[in-house]
C-alpha cells in the first residue's frame, strides 16, 4: 500500500461531557462541596445529572473531599492545641509571679483568684474534670501585726 492509498486514520472524538470549561467544573466541586448529589449539582450548575455523575466519579470527588475535611480538621486541631499550649504557658507565669509576690510580702493573695488561677492551669493541662474537687494548700501571709 501507498500512502496515498492508506486509510486515514481517524480521531477519536472527546465525549461531550469531557469538553466542559474549567470554570464550570470548578462550579460543579463547589456545588458538590455544599451537598454531595448528582442532582444538586445538576440544579445548581446546569449540567445534566449524568454529567454531574461522570464528574464526580472522574475526579474521585468523594474521596478528595473526604481528605480536605481530614486536612482542615487535622489544621483546627493544631491550631487550637497551640493556642491551649500558649494559654497555659501564660496561666502558669500569673501563677509563678503571684507566688513570687505573695512569698515576698508584696501583696496579699485573694484565695479565689489563685483557685481560679489553678483550676484554668488543671483545665488547660486536660488533668481536671469539671465535677471534680480540687484540694489547694495555701500559704497564708500574716502582716506585721500577727492578723
Same mark, same amino acid.
Given at each position: 500500500?501507498?500512502?496515498? &492509498? ?6 477519536? +472524538? ?10 464550570? !467544573?470548578?462550579?460543579?466541586? $463547589? @456545588? ?5 448529589? $448528582?442532582?444538586?449539582? %445538576?440544579? +445548581? &450548575?446546569?449540567?445534566?445529572? %449524568? ?6 466519579? +472522574?475526579?474521585?470527588?468523594? =474521596? ?20 491551649? $499550649?500558649?494559654?497555659? %504557658?501564660?496561666?502558669?507565669? @500569673? *501563677? @509563678?509571679? !503571684?507566688?513570687?509576690? !505573695? #512569698? @515576698?510580702?508584696? *501583696? ?5 483568684? !489563685? =483557685?481560679?488561677? *489553678? ?14 474537687? *480540687? ?9 506585721? #501585726?500577727?492578723?
Amino acid at each position: 500500500m501507498t500512502e496515498e &492509498t492508506k486509510p486515514k486514520k481517524r480521531r477519536l +472524538k472527546k465525549p461531550q461531557w469531557d469538553k466542559l470549561p474549567r470554570k464550570k !467544573i470548578t462550579d460543579m466541586y $463547589a @456545588a458538590y462541596r455544599e451537598q454531595q448529589s $448528582a442532582a444538586y449539582i %445538576s440544579r +445548581k &450548575t446546569g449540567v445534566a445529572k %449524568s454529567t454531574a455523575k461522570r464528574y464526580i466519579d +472522574k475526579y474521585n470527588w468523594e =474521596d478528595r473531599l473526604r481528605k480536605y475535611h481530614e486536612y482542615v480538621a487535622k489544621l483546627a486541631d493544631q491550631q487550637l492545641a497551640e493556642r491551649q $499550649a500558649s494559654n497555659l %504557658s501564660i496561666v502558669q507565669g @500569673a *501563677i @509563678a509571679q !503571684i507566688n513570687l509576690e !505573695i #512569698e @515576698a510580702g508584696l *501583696i496579699e493573695g485573694k484565695y479565689t483568684d !489563685i =483557685d481560679k488561677l *489553678i483550676r484554668l492551669e488543671q483545665h488547660l493541662s486536660g488533668v481536671v474534670d469539671k465535677k471534680e474537687e *480540687i484540694n489547694i494548700n495555701v500559704n497564708i501571709v500574716k502582716d506585721e #501585726e500577727g492578723e
